[in-house]
């Protein structure tokens, strides 16, 4: 595998200005035929040579130049691509190939692939190579024309990015359509779908009085659970009217609900994909943590086409130009339709228990990364999630109204385009005049700064002098409340860390105040500071607060103290629960009280469950039966299965009849019993793996079935290695199928250095297990020799 730099930028030396794809979808092969305006990036000096990126799986049937056929001598194709060598004319030129691909046959869900009964794609990041020979690369940007003919019967609904043009009837029962999108765009947001699929419409009036076409198109048995993510697109098209003046383009927006799909959700250019977990959801098959993931990857895949589509990024490494500035803008849309307070405990939560770890592990970059093998692989935590609080610092230190100015100008400048990190900087910096240049640190260093923060008060002159020190420096927008212990906010202030240690010193504070800093965690920073909090902390929370932990003890620590904690406070979550009880016949809402309701009640359950007993039981027992949404249902299910037993056996069994047609909400009960700490799980999660539910080539099932096992501590930390040995040979099969899927998987030996030698020596030979293994992937390579010491 070949290690890339982002130093090593070029310029393309050619572009590309207009690309006509045509697709025959066949159920053995599928002719790719593809025409392209070949235009030299006068940039750069006259090349002898032009490289298209390709892959194995694409097999070269014809190749023109300028209409006519080129001879062999002056072209060479393998599995990296095809080198047009010489007879290149000069100018601009037409270039034709012809590829055919198998759909059927590709397990790695990127180019063109099959999903259930449908020809769907996935060309983000470099997938558009598994379909034809191109300049796979996000600056080169061309218009695009997509013809798809396919039978009429099998595929009554063929879609690509665009305005429909064109469409008709063919012998043999065949059908066609033409689709011409008017917005340049890079290939990786090119997307084609081809199925016999339901479609729910709607429409949404913009800013401008245009009215646009909304359509959902599902299997015909799920048309009754696109509700929610239909209305969750409309608050957000508005949303984005509302907060930041942007409308949408086109006069349709097409979401397709995809069931085998590597990640969650993908933003081609009108025509998004979703993973149907991310799209599918009624009261009774989601819960409230479902809804809410909803809504927040409608409006994410929404924003993109502002931020990533009409501005996109000049090279992969500056994937969080697109990817932290989107997800900041969908942690708004859900902050400002929901609980704002509540949303960003949840992403507080998620950065320190995803992105903390990530930060301070082998597998640690800056948020603009500089070298990779795989692209794949960075679609991280970091990336995302550290993005958008770099996104959030900007905002902090400009104000809301700067940092709409700085966007208003980002996109004046650029739109069109394909930038880069510094390229939004500078934007940001104009706009406002504010000297950014301190946020530079942000983009190229790895790790979370600690930060520490003295308060002095000197009651005879009346100051209050705070002091921080951050280590390495960096600069961080900190609000520092200063407050009187009891009393409302005394004064706020922005205070800017720019230096290794900083002091500032308020005047006329006579009393000494409680000072309250990191407001709103207002920068991704640890700060060492004596937290209480009522909630126990998770056990990955936990592991790198112990050096050497061995991870069997800390939890069995962590469950007495839950024990403890919930034999104490028996009284008031018995009252917990049945205040926050619905009246039998309420209706489900997906709203903040109902579901801050919801999750306090279920949350005492959890508690009282830990105590066992038959009266806890038997109320476990009566709510799982008596369950009318997902949200109850699954908590009760949940809290049964740690009282364990012949009760947790049978409330499992009952789950499985009621819901044995639902595959999403079967991907619950399979992480449930994968996540089981019984002693000696690994051998019931084998026996899993054979289950008619199970499916091992649909992403999902692996998350819910592997990474849920990962979870256990009991299990996959066994004291025998028995937990690592299934992990490895699980990431070793699943790899035959699909990389992606493996090289997450196998993530999770990443924090081997956290525990007890005995575990570290066992998680590393795992590791160098899959290392040496026969024909592992370059995605899986690149996981696993980073995590090796
Ligand atoms: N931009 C999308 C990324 C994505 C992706 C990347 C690699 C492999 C498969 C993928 N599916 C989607 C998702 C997003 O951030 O919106
Ligand atoms: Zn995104």
Redesign the pocket.
């Known amino acids: 595998p070949v290690e890339k730099f982002r130093k090593d930028y070029k310029p393309s030396p050619y572009l590309i200005s207009t690309v006509h794809l045509d697709f025959q979808l066949n159920e053995e092969s599928t002719l790719v035929q593809s025409k392209l305006r070949i235009v030299p990036n006068h940039a750069e000096s006259s090349p002898v040579s032009l490289f298209l990126n390709g892959h194995a799986d694409v097999v070269l049937e014809s190749i023109r130049v300028n209409g006519a056929d080129l001879e062999a001598s002056h072209y060479a194709a393998d599995a990296q691509g095809l080198t047009i060598k010489s007879g290149l004319p000069s100018g601009e030129w037409d270039l034709e190939i012809a590829t055919r691909i198998k759909p059927q046959e590709n397990t790695s869900?990127?180019g063109l692939y099959r999903s259930g009964g449908m020809f769907c794609s996935?060309c983000?990041?470099e997938?558009f190579r598994h379909i034809t020979y191109f300049l796979d690369r996000p600056d080169v940007m061309a218009k695009y024309t997509s013809r798809i003919e396919a039978d009429k019967a099998k595929y009554p609904v063929l879609l690509s990015n665009g305005n429909l043009v064109d469409q008709g009837d063919l012998e043999g029962g065949r059908h066609f359509t033409v689709w011409e999108d008017p917005f340049v765009k890079p290939c990786y947001l090119f997307a084609l779908v081809a199925g016999d699929l339901a479609v729910q419409e709607d429409t949404f009036r913009t800013m401008s009085g245009k009215d646009v076409a909304l359509r959902i198109y599902t299997d015909a048995h799920n048309t009754s659970k696109v509700a929610f993510a239909m209305q969750s697109l409309k608050r957000a098209m508005k949303w984005d009217e509302e907060t930041f003046g942007l409308e949408y383009d086109l006069d349709l927006f097409n979401i397709v609900a995809v069931d085998d799909?590597?990640?969650?959700?993908?933003?081609n250019k009108s025509l998004n994909?979703f993973n149907s977990r991310l799209v599918l959801a009624t009261p009774d098959t989601a819960t409230d943590a479902d809804f809410g993931r909803i809504e927040g990857?409608v409006g994410?895949?929404y924003f993109?086409n502002w931020t990533?589509n009409r501005v996109t990024c000049r090279d992969w490494f500056q994937l969080t130009l697109?990817?932290g500035l989107?997800?900041y803008r969908d942690q708004e849309f859900s902050a400002d339709l929901n609980s704002r307070g509540v949303k960003r405990v949840e992403d507080v939560a998620r950065l320190r228990a995803a992105q903390f770890p990530e930060d301070a592990g082998p597998l640690a970059h800056a948020i603009r990364p500089d070298s990779v093998i795989k692209?794949?692989n960075f679609?991280t935590a970091t990336v995302?999630e550290k993005g958008a609080e770099v996104v959030r610092l900007y905002e902090a230190l400009l104000g809301r109204a700067g940092f709409r100015a700085g966007l208003d100008l980002y996109f004046a400048r650029h739109d069109g385009g394909a930038v880069t990190c510094d390229d939004f900087r500078a934007a940001m910096a104009d706009a406002s005049g504010a000297d950014l240049g301190g946020l530079e640190g942000w983009y190229a260093r790895a790790g979370t700064p600690r930060v520490e923060v003295g308060v002095e008060h000197d009651a005879g002159a009346g100051t209050l002098t705070v002091t921080a020190t951050q280590a390495p420096p960096v600069l961080t927008a900190r609000e520092g409340g200063v407050t009187t212990a009891g009393q409302a906010m005394l004064r706020q202030a922005v205070l800017r860390l720019e230096h290794q240690r900083q002091t500032w010193v308020f005047e006329r504070v006579p009393a000494r105040p409680v000072p309250s800093v990191l407001r709103g965690f207002s920068a991704p920073v640890r700060l060492t500071f004596k937290a209480h909090a009522l909630a126990l902390p998770d056990l990955a929370e936990l592991v790198p607060e112990v050096p050497g932990a061995d991870p069997l003890l800390l939890h069995h620590v962590r469950e007495a103290a839950a024990r403890a904690l919930a034999a104490a406070l028996r009284p008031e979550l018995e009252r917990a629960a049945r205040d926050n009880s619905d009246p039998p016949g309420a209706p489900y809402e997906f709203e903040a009280g109902a579901c801050a309701r919801r999750a306090l009640k279920n949350a005492a359950l959890g508690a009282l469950a830990r105590l066992g007993g038959e009266g806890v039981t038997q109320d476990l027992l009566a709510r799982f039966r008596a369950a009318t949404n997902m949200t109850d249902e699954a908590a009760a299910l949940a809290a049964l299965d740690r009282i364990g037993g012949k009760v947790r056996q049978e409330a499992l069994d009952a789950f499985y009849a009621k819901w044995k047609h639902e595959p999403l909400v079967l991907l619950k009960w399979i992480a449930m019993q994968a996540a089981s700490n019984l002693p000696g799980n690994t051998a019931a999660v084998r026996t899993l793996m054979q289950h008619e539910a199970v499916k091992l080539s649909n992403p999902n099932t692996c998350y819910s079935l592997f990474l849920a096992f990962a979870r256990s501590p009991v299990n996959f930390h066994a004291a025998d290695g028995s937990g690592y040995e299934f992990m490895a040979d699980s990431v070793l099969q699943i790899d035959q199928i699909n990389h992606?899927v493996a090289a997450r998987m196998v993530g999770v030996f990443n924090s081997w250095r956290n525990y007890d030698a005995e575990r570290g020596a066992l998680m590393t030979a795992a590791l160098r297990r899959m290392a040496s293994a026969n024909g592992i992937s370059a995605n899986v390579y690149e996981i696993v020799t980073k995590a090796l010491p």
């Open positions: 869900l990127e996935q983000e990041a997938g799909f590597n990640m969650g959700a993908m933003e994909l990857v994410h895949e993109h990533g697109k990817e989107t997800v692209m794949d679609y995302y992606q």
